[in-house]
């Protein structure tokens, strides 16, 4: 357990003057209980953020998280750090505008800098076919309240003049969709800030801590099988990030995900350069570009293609999306790459997360997220807290159900089928 000291600028003046011993831990490392009333397996974004809502805003005391390894070390921390609402879809709208109003918030609530920056989100438009497709998405956003704005080659000038829009390139911008709301968190301090905030609420955080079965008994779940021993719980909750199909094959369910790697790399770094998060469709694959606070061009784009949980990134991918990131910023190409790494996407089957039970009516699933889930956790740990809590699913995830691929009551956002890996 944490001992919730706040953090403030008085507190930051005495740990100068008394030195680092009078930091605390963040959280304490904690035994592992017989029982619970619930255990949520996976210490990423998710499984933190809905352990916080349950213990804040439902009043639940015997609270777990258990992972195979530890903080933070999944998706959480393999991402591009990017958040933003521009969705097309309804459901998905009101979920991710959801989220985005909570990342603006966010740091005062937990009391811990997550170093979200409202730098606005640029897709970038290479034909005027792209500009009708951002103006369709942008008039959706504005009928539901979200801001969003089309630029034209000038606007586009005027508000990201580093990317020199007029310079000649093998694909010219000609506009824009804009969110000037969205922008970039820092994605450890995401994972701290929950896990500081949960266990300071008497959350147990379980490190290194492999589930490696479900009992049940009477058509219930009735406790887990780890690494540590057995645990007893009222109700499961699985945030497993790109290990959902696994969780399927332990409870054994078939469900409607494949597993993709989807990898960035970030460059050395350099002075403030682009001030705004950048994405830029091609012929050949997208890329996407923000500076880090340490200076640094983190990018990333497409899967690389082919089902995997190694982590290892394909370089045919790195060299298509260091190409993109050349083409739109070419004063760059003389940068050198300073690292790279993949994380373990789960690709639903229209693109969009699962948040239901799960063969049990106290096993919870929240996976699925495909390239949504970073920006997805606060919305998502405060509604799936409720589910869990009242098992009642609110309005703003029903749409997230496993039923849909039976009823055909699909969120195909990205309306390309069903085909998790095509553009």
Known sequence: MSNGTRYSAWSLLRAQLGGARTWPRMWSKASLREAYDVVIVGAGGHGLATAYHLARDHGLKRIAILDRSIVGYGNVGRNTTIVRSNYLLPANQHFYEDSLRRWHGLSRELNYNVMFSARGVLDLATSDDEMTQYARRGNAMRLLGIDAEILDEHGVATFAPELNVSAPRRFPIVGALLQRRGGSVRHDAVAWGYARAAAALGVDIIENCAVLGVHSANGVATSLETSRGTVRAERIVFAVAGHTGAIGTMLGVDLPIE???????????????????????????????????????????????????????????????????????????????????AGTNDMTLDGSPLMDR??????????????????????????????????????????????????????????????????
């Open 358 to 423: 799960v063969k049990y009516p106290n096993v919870y699933l929240n996976g699925g997220w495909c390239y949504g889930g970073f920006k997805a956790i606060p919305a998502s740990g405060a509604a799936f807290a409720r589910f869990v809590a009242t098992d009642t699913a609110p309005e703003l995830i029903r749409p997230f159900n496993l039923s849909r691929f039976a009823t055909g009551h699909l969120l195909d956002e990205r309306g390309v089928g069903p085909y998790p890996v095509r553009q």
């Open 259 to 341: 597993t993709h790697l989807l990898q960035a790399m970030v460059t050395e770094p350099i002075k403030p350069l682009l001030h705004t998060v950048v994405v830029s469709f091609t012929p050949h694959g997208e890329t996407y570009l923000v500076q880090s606070d340490r200076g640094g061009l983190v990018m990333g784009g497409l899967l690389d293609g082919n089902p995997s949980y190694t982590r290892e990134g394909q370089w045919h991918r790195l060299e298509d999306v260091v190409e993109g990131a050349v083409d739109v910023l070419p004063r760059i190409k003389e940068l050198r790459i300073l690292r790279q790494w």
